[in-house]
């Protein structure tokens, strides 16, 4: 799509959840080049006043910070107070929180933070701006996934779980909002080079496995693809191992073999 199609359809403003840095870094960058202003949402202050300041000198575009925790409830009612004097058209909800370990050796707390950041936060942000979109009949909506919610995914349980809700709710809101002329896209993006995903220290992945891909690769091929189809996959690997584990291979099979590669990269740490 030509960047004046693509900010009348999706500008003039983006909103990225997990904006200061790896996959949503990428989404505000390629928005960015296609002359979208920005608002990043983040706990880190420092992270994302550096990054704003970047943004705003190479790409010439406006960019404004939220520093706030998306775990909290009183979140939303910020990032209203902050929003309401703009027009955005384009919601990334990239923010997750990825508890790496066996489902009962975490807390309940922990349990709840995964549920508040991974699903009550997608549920929030899109309910606020989709109707806003409604209203002036256009919009983009991106939820990033993972593939971990394909099955159930030993040793980063909750997360799987909670990536599945994101996967299952962007597919119904893309049948819905499609007559509203407002494109929903799930990205089910594999292993990512993220500076948390590099901080978890994995060991080896299995042959069968992706390796991890460049975040811009991931948020310019989703970016591509937003407006063409519910789902998808970044990576040709990618693609291949979904149609793997969702095609291929029985519901047990596809647990085993991902329960088999998440314990090479992390079961002996545990």
């Known amino acids: 799509m030509k960047k004046e199609k693509f900010k009348q359809k999706y500008g003039p403003w983006a909103l990225i959840a997990g904006g200061s840095q790896g996959i949503g870094e990428a989404f505000a960058r390629v928005?960015?080049?296609?002359?979208?202003?920005?608002?990043?949402?983040?706990?880190?202050?420092?992270?994302?006043?550096?990054?704003?300041?970047?943004?705003?000198?190479?790409?010439?575009?406006?960019?404004?910070?939220?520093?706030?925790?998306?775990?909290?409830?009183?979140?939303?009612?910020?990032?209203?107070?902050?929003?309401?004097?703009?027009?955005?058209?384009?919601?990334?909800?990239?923010?997750?929180?990825?508890?790496?370990?066996?489902?009962?050796?975490?807390?309940?707390?922990?349990?709840?933070?995964?549920?508040?950041?991974?699903c009550r936060g997608p549920a929030i942000l899109v309910d606020y701006f989709g109707k806003l979109m409604k209203k002036r009949e256009k919009g983009g909506i991106i939820l990033v996934s993972s593939m971990a919610g394909f099955q159930g995914t030993p040793l980063t349980v909750h997360y799987a779980a909670s990536k599945a809700y994101n996967i299952v709710l962007a597919e119904g809101l893309w049948y819905e909002l499609r007559k509203?002329?407002?494109?929903?896209?799930?990205?089910?993006?594999?292993?990512?080079?993220?500076?948390?995903?590099?901080?978890?220290?994995?060991?080896?992945?299995?042959?069968?496995?992706?390796?991890?891909?460049?975040?811009?690769?991931?948020?310019?091929?989703?970016?591509?693809?937003?407006?063409?189809?519910?789902?998808?996959?970044?990576?040709?690997?990618?693609?291949?191992?979904?149609?793997?584990?969702?095609?291929?291979l029985s519901r047990k099979q596809a647990i085993n073999f991902i329960g088999r590669s998440t314990h090479n990269m992390y079961g002996k740490k545990l």
Request: aromatic share 6%; hydrophobic share 45%.
């Open 180 to 248: 509203h002329n407002i494109d929903v896209l799930v990205c089910t993006a594999g292993n990512t080079s993220t500076p948390n995903y590099i901080a978890t220290e994995p060991d080896s992945l299995g042959i069968f496995v992706p390796k991890a891909m460049v975040p811009m690769k991931v948020a310019k091929e989703s970016i591509a693809k937003l407006g063409k189809r519910p789902s998808f996959a970044p990576g040709l690997m990618n693609k291949f191992a979904t149609f793997l584990v969702r095609r291929i």
């Open 31 to 118: 928005l960015a080049m296609k002359g979208i202003n920005l608002v990043l949402v983040a706990r880190r202050k420092t992270l994302l006043e550096k990054l704003s300041v970047e943004i705003e000198k190479t790409y010439g575009i406006e960019v404004r910070i939220i520093s706030a925790d998306l775990a909290e409830s009183s979140t939303i009612k910020i990032i209203e107070d902050q929003t309401k004097d703009i027009e955005i058209s384009t919601l990334v909800y990239n923010a997750a929180i990825v508890p790496i370990g066996r489902f009962l050796d975490s807390n309940i707390e922990e349990h709840q933070k995964v549920i508040n950041i991974n």
